[in-house]
């Protein structure tokens, strides 16, 4: 089975930024980790106030697609949409 994982960062230009993730990501974590197909989803704040370090793990892609539609169309999609990511996405087995 190949599962899709994906890592990265959030990174905020600014403390506002910073102040929106912190606001809306206890609701987005909560939400994404009843997902099904959700194996993992982890969202840290780093050293650095202004970046987050994420990693997720979906059971496979469908699963995957189906959490980026869902994040895309949720208050934290639309909340947070101006925030830069940088993400990796690698399939595993």
């Not at 912190?22 to 202004?50: I, N, W």
């Not at 699963?63 to 934290?76: G, I, L, M």
């Amino acid at each position: 089975m190949i599962m899709i994982k994906l890592t990265g960062r959030l990174v905020c230009k600014s403390s506002e930024e910073a102040d929106i993730v912190r606001q809306y990501l206890p609701e987005h974590k909560e939400l994404t980790k009843e997902e099904t197909g959700c194996v993992s989803f982890e969202v840290t704040e780093t050293a650095d106030p202004m970046i987050w370090k994420v990693e997720e793990l979906f059971t496979n892609q469908a699963t995957f697609v189906a959490h980026q539609k869902r994040t895309k169309a949720s208050v934290w999609g639309r909340e947070t949409s101006m925030i830069a990511r940088e993400y990796e996405i690698s399939e595993i087995e």
